[in-house]
Nanobody
Framework: VQLQASGGGLVQAGGSLRLSCAAS????????MGWYRQAPGKQRELVAS???????NYADSVKGRFTISRDNAKDTVYLQMGSLEPEDTAHYYC???????WGQGTLVTVSS
């Protein structure tokens, strides 16, 4: 089982990015999925999660700016990020909630 995260990059404050997390060797439709992030010197934190039926949950710091979604036909989860702030700079990781399965991370850098 692998999770392949992509879509990170360098963006100016106020800009947008969309992260993707494609799963292989597993059908994700039965699982809750999540995006975490880890900034330098900080602990990994939950950014957003989505249940198998589409219920979502967000960290207070990203509510109203980020949207998590899923396409079960493609075994892919997305994180649409808008109004980005320098504080959003981090490595972003996707995971199957409740498992030890993590993607490799994708770096998001927001310049001021």
């Amino acid at each position: 089982v692998q999770l392949q995260a992509s879509g990170g990059g360098l963006v100016q404050a106020g800009g947008s990015l969309r992260l993707s997390c494609a799963a292989s060797a597993i059908i994700i439709s039965s699982f809750a999925m999540g995006w975490y992030r880890q900034a330098p010197g900080k602990q990994r934190e939950l950014v957003a999660s989505i249940t198998n039926v589409g219920d979502t949950n967000y960290a207070d710091s990203v509510k109203g700016r980020f949207t998590i979604s899923r396409d079960n036909a493609k075994d892919t989860v997305y994180l649409q990020m808008g109004s980005l702030e320098p504080e959003d700079t981090a490595h972003y990781y996707c995971t199957i909630i409740g498992t030890h399965i993590w993607g490799q991370g994708t770096l998001v850098t927001v310049s001021s």
